[in-house]
């Protein structure tokens, strides 16, 4: 559906990161992702219904979680895409202090 890999990081503005650095930024952006969704969803879900998502997220079942998105809100593939964005753009705003961060920490000190 939607891959977070260096491409995705290139597209943020993220691309010149560390490679070393790379697969902990996506990891962060990954579950930044995974929250909001849950948390957009879970706006429009009754008490049943979260108990019954969360119980299937417990027992670490993806496939049964997703079916169960898919048969109880058809449109969480569009609520993925809304957030995808959203964030995408969160990162493309900060980017240069994310990478000023990771170049500071990078650069060997400077004689005086």
Same mark, same amino acid.
């Given at each position: ?33 995974? +929250?909001?969704?849950?948390? %957009? ?9 979260? &108990? =019954?998502? $969360?119980? #299937? ?8 979680? +997703?079916?169960?998105?898919? %048969? ?9 895409? &809304? =957030?995808? $964005?959203? #964030? ?25």
């Amino acid at each position: 559906m939607y891959k977070l890999d260096d491409n995705f990081l290139i597209e943020v503005g993220l691309g010149s990161l560390p490679a070393s650095e790379k697969p902990e930024m996506i990891r962060d952006i990954y579950n930044k992702l995974e +929250l909001k969704v849950g948390m %957009r969803l879970a706006e429009q879900m009754t008490d049943a219904q979260l &108990d =019954e998502f $969360e119980g #299937l997220i417990d027992q670490k079942n993806d496939t049964a979680s +997703l079916q169960w998105l898919e %048969r109880n809100f058809p449109d969480y593939k569009q609520v993925v895409s &809304d =957030e995808l $964005e959203k #964030l995408k753009n969160e990162v493309r705003a900060s980017a240069p202090q994310i990478l000023a961060v990771f170049n500071q920490q990078t650069s060997p000190p400077q004689a005086a």
